[in-house]
């Protein structure tokens, strides 16, 4: 299990959170401050990057809205194309830098948990918290896409994930009952969604107290990605789910592209 670092000890206290221009420059200095020193990798900082997750895929193409900056309306991106996102979503290769196994290590599922896998696109990490909560435990595949939805309930049927489902979600909510769930997973789909601390407060409800949502997405200099202009810093994605109530941690982990933040709802 990773050790959980205080978020705003990790990137250099509260100082540091940007002040929101509306060209998102203000992310890019937060993630150069949080880049000199030892902290560079917890930060986000820059790396050795590499990999083809988005390289024609998801990023490929213009997007239809940006965010530029804070909070805003998000990038919104028609995933309709299943099939072709499949070949880049579960492109084998795509585990040696995913690290999975890792990235769902991190979220301490036990046994009889709920989680919920937020953005679950073509379910590629679904066998794994399937596997983490056991028979008596659940996970729920949310996505805002139906042709995604139906991709993983077939996906759910084929692979025997009798403890999984899979249902379509609005685009400014979870769709999560209040107190409902342990774990909430979200890999490179927090710059997608809009108006985001409000979006934040619907996750805080929907977990029970003591739960924590994961947000796992692109560095501000990995080669892969999303446009830089629609990237978010860890302190900007800390500042967001803070701003709910949130406890913020930034995790130590090996991913090569990717930084992950839990936020946590307190237990009082
Ligand atoms: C880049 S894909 C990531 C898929 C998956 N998490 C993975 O790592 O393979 C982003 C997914 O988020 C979904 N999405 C975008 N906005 C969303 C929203 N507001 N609520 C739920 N899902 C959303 C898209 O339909 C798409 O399937």
Not at 77 to 84: I, P
Not at 130 to 141: D, F, R
Not at 224 to 248: D, H, N, S
């Amino acid at each position: 299990m990773a050790t959980i670092l205080p978020f705003l000890l990790a990137c250099g206290g509260g100082a540091e959170t940007p002040s929101g221009s509306d060209d998102g420059t203000a992310g890019a200095e937060a993630t150069e401050r949080c880049s000199d020193g030892p902290e560079a990798q917890r930060c986000g900082g820059p790396g050795e990057h590499h990999g083809a997750e988005h390289q024609g895929g998801e990023h490929g193409h213009r997007h239809g809205r940006h965010d530029h900056g804070h909070h805003g309306q998000g990038a919104h991106h028609d995933f309709s194309d299943v099939e072709r996102f499949a070949e880049i979503f579960d492109d084998p290769e795509r585990d040696s830098w995913q690290k999975p196994d890792e990235v769902v290590g991190l979220l301490g599922l036990q046994p009889g948990q709920t989680v919920a896998d937020l953005g679950a696109g073509t379910g590629y990490f679904l066998s794994r918290l399937s596997a983490a909560v056991g028979p008596e435990g659940a996970v729920l595949a949310l996505d805002v896409e139906p042709n995604m939805v139906a991709h993983m309930e077939a996906r759910i049927e084929r692979e025997g994930l009798a403890n999984a489902t899979a249902r379509a979600v609005p685009t400014d909510a979870p769709g999560l009952e209040p107190n409902s769930v342990d774990v909430i997973l979200i890999v490179d789909t927090w710059h997608h969604i809009g108006e985001r601390e409000a979006y934040a407060a619907k996750l805080f409800t929907a977990l029970r107290p003591g739960g924590s949502v994961y947000v796992v997405d692109f560095t501000m200099d990995s080669p892969q990605g999303p446009p830089a202009e629609m990237r978010l810093t860890t302190l900007q994605v800390a500042e967001e789910l803070g701003a709910a109530g949130f406890e913020i941690h930034t995790l130590e982990e090996t991913l090569p592209h990717q930084y992950v933040v839990q936020a946590t709802r307190p237990t009082e």
